[in-house]
């Protein structure tokens, strides 16, 4: 078990550039999940996949950021023409159906955009 | 109003003494988890230990147990016997299961400072 993995690890951009996250979760782990974490805050949710199906998605997510999971596998997040209120962290979870589905978070990406 | 409430910025403990980190909480929902996450300077989130709301028994899991008291919507972390590396910031969370949600929803978290 390698844990959740996120590539990369920082980013930096100029605005209303684009910009692709990669998350790779726990092999075993049907649930995905992203959320968005700025400085002195807990993470706020994004939006959450089981398997290949987007099952819900924050108001936070606008329609600049659009996530996928094809294959029920990794998870690509893309954020279009970034804005600087877009810097913040970005954490991926993954849990497996059934218990108590704790959630175990990659190491984020820090996106900063200039 | 604020669904997880932690009033501790920061906190300070000396070594090898046990502290509280305080976790209140709101829902509607009968059924609903509690889990607590640390997240050491490196930015990872680390999970610590789950409660659910029907658990009749408070959950521990090594030094960490979660003192849960539901009528007054409680979910207090208690770490004994402190180590220099519980130093970090510590969320409370909770996930409200009623709609059938698994989202996870955070407090904005507690400063711990271990003292040598």
């Known amino acids: 078990d390698t844990g959740v993995s996120q590539d990369p690890r920082h980013k930096i951009t100029k605005r209303g550039q684009n910009v692709t996250f990669r998350c790779d979760p726990i092999?075993?782990?049907?649930?995905l999940y992203w959320y968005r974490q700025t400085l002195g805050q807990g993470p706020e949710f994004l939006t959450y996949?089981?398997?290949?199906?987007?099952?819900?998605k924050s108001r936070l997510l606008s329609d600049r950021f659009s996530a996928e999971r094809p294959k029920g596998s990794f998870s690509t997040l893309e954020i279009q023409r970034t804005e600087q209120g877009d810097s913040a962290m970005y954490l991926c979870?993954?849990?497996?159906?059934?218990?108590?589905?704790?959630?175990?978070f990659g190491p984020g990406t820090r996106l900063t955009v200039t | 109003a604020q669904k997880i409430t932690q009033t501790q910025p920061g906190m300070f403990v000396q070594e090898k003494e046990a502290v509280t980190l305080d976790c209140t909480y709101d829902?509607?929902?009968?059924?609903?988890?509690l889990f607590w996450y640390k997240q050491p300077s490196s930015g990872e989130m680390i999970f610590l230990i789950y409660?659910?709301?029907?658990?009749?028994q408070n959950a521990t899991e090594g030094r960490y147990s979660l003192n849960f008291q539901k009528a007054r919507k409680s979910a207090n972390l208690v770490i004994s016997a402190s180590q220099l590396g519980d130093s970090a910031m510590y969320f409370c969370?909770?996930?409200?299961?009623?709609?059938?949600?698994?989202?996870?929803?955070f407090g904005k978290g507690t400063k711990l400072s271990v003292i040598p």
């Open positions: 979870a993954s849990s497996f159906d059934g218990g108590s589905e704790e959630q175990y």
């Open positions: 092999s075993e782990h049907n649930r």
């Open positions: 996949f089981q398997n290949e199906a987007q099952l819900e």
């Open positions: 829902t509607s929902d009968q059924s609903y988890g």
């Open positions: 409660q659910g709301s029907y658990d009749e």
């Open positions: 969370a909770m996930r409200e299961e009623g709609a059938g949600s698994y989202q996870l929803t």
